[in-house]
């Protein structure tokens, strides 16, 4: 055993520290790497080495890309300037990320990895890279997105006897009913009609994370599809006396190739948000665009808007405001991040301003 007690103070300091270092390094659950400024393993710890199996000796000193090669989530090998080891060392910045590491058995392995740069005067002389292996975490996932598309299928069957039942009875087709009853009637097919639109989204935003989502792209008629959406939402705005205004900002008709499944669901989420989230007596407004390259849609209220603080979560899932949650108990917070998983699928983007006072303006690019 080396005697240390002839060193320095300071001597014995840095070798206690960087005792502690390895020791830390060794001990952690994750798997850890670290690299040399020219991307060279200079340590790997257990886990890393048991999830990639490899051994000590096969990595020690090797070139780290070369030797474990990466793919990303959907399968497409990572060349070596995407690899978040070379982004962290060029912009000297942590960078975090999912992604596949081919292990030496050759399976895929799917980790989350956080990689800092190691700097010495600001200069980058190597990298640390952290990851765990998250197949459980994707397949939970997995499973929840299955559970979800099979209940809500499950679902549709029984809701549609309803709808058809109550709508034969709210017709006539069984006796004539007293205004009681046709009220009474008028509610479940407005709560049997909600629960329709509950299903659409949960299966629309599982097609979309399994990636299953289907794009028709036709010639579309902007004008006929307003028609189509604008008289339930213009019943929606007289409801809370809000004055629904429609303006498409061009001579003639507009006509542009998309998914008009996928646009008028957009816009219909966005149009009925706004007078949901606006007080009786406001008004909203839509405004069309056509500019060269795509076409532009507002949709703008004089609602409650977004708080400041809540602005990067807006499209996330189950996302609702603290303003509004008390004033307006129905929701699921699911809408926009339906719209946002629509708008990818279609090559088109969203974006917002908001002040809560003076309400929100979305806005959307489809790509023409
Ligand atoms: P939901 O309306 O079911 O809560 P959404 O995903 O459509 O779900 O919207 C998420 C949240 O975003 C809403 O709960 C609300 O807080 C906020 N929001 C959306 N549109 C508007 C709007 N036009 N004005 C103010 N807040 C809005």
């Known amino acids: 055993m080396t005697d240390h007690s002839k060193l320095k103070p300071g001597q014995q300091k840095n070798i206690r520290e960087s005792r502690e270092a390895d020791a830390l390094f060794n001990s952690m659950g ?13 340590r790997i710890n257990k ?7 490899f051994s000590r000796t096969e990595l020690i000193g090797q070139p780290f890309l070369k030797n474990v090669v990466a793919e ?12 978040p080891i070379t982004q962290a060392f060029l912009t000297g910045k942590p960078v975090l990320g999912k992604m596949l590491y081919r292990t030496k058995r050759g399976d895929l392995l799917p980790v989350d990895i956080n990689v800092s740069p190691l700097m ?83 299966l629309n935003i ?27 939402l213009t019943i929606m705005a007289d409801g809370k006396a809000i004055r629904l205004n429609v303006k498409v900002h061009a001579n003639g008709s507009i006509k542009i190739k998309t998914d008009s499944l996928i646009v008028k669901e957009v816009i219909t989420n966005l149009i009925s948000n706004a007078i949901k989230y606006t007080p009786d007596n406001g008004q909203v407004s839509l405004d069309i665009k056509p500019r060269t390259n795509d076409l532009l849609i507002e949709v703008k209220d004089t609602g409650w808007g977004i708080p400041e603080n809540a602005r990067d979560k807006v499209f996330t899932k189950f996302f609702r405001g603290s303003n509004i949650v008390k004033k307006e108990t ?9 719209v946002k998983g629509l708008l990818d699928a279609l090559g088109g983007k969203i974006w917002f301003k908001s002040d809560e006072k003076k309400g929100t303006i979305f806005y959307i690019s489809l790509p023409r």
């Not at 939970?140 to 099979?150: G, Q, T």
């Open 206 to 232: 599982t097609r979309i994370e399994s990636g299953t989502i289907s794009v028709n792209l036709k010639t579309v008629d902007i004008d006929e599809l307003l028609k189509e959406i604008l008289p339930e």
């Open 72 to 83: 990303t989530l959907d399968g497409k090998v990572m060349g070596v300037i995407d690899r």
């Open 120 to 202: 010495f005067d600001n200069k980058p002389v190597g990298a640390i890279e952290v990851f765990r292996d998250i197949s459980l975490e994707l397949e939970i996932d997995r499973m929840k997105s299955e559970f979800i598309s099979l209940a809500s299928h499950q679902l549709r069957t029984p809701l549609s006897a309803i709808k058809t039942y109550t709508h034969m009875l709210s017709d006539g087709y069984m006796g004539e009913l007293n205004e009681l009853q046709k009220s009474s009637l008028e509610t479940i097919i407005n709560a049997s009609n909600r629960m329709n639109e509950l299903i659409s989204t949960l």
């Open 330 to 338: 129905s929701g699921t917070g699911l809408g926009l991040y339906l």
């Open 47 to 53: 886990p890393a080495l048991k999830m990639l199996g």
């Open 30 to 42: 994750d798997g850890a790497i670290t690299t040399d400024e020219f991307g060279r393993i200079t």
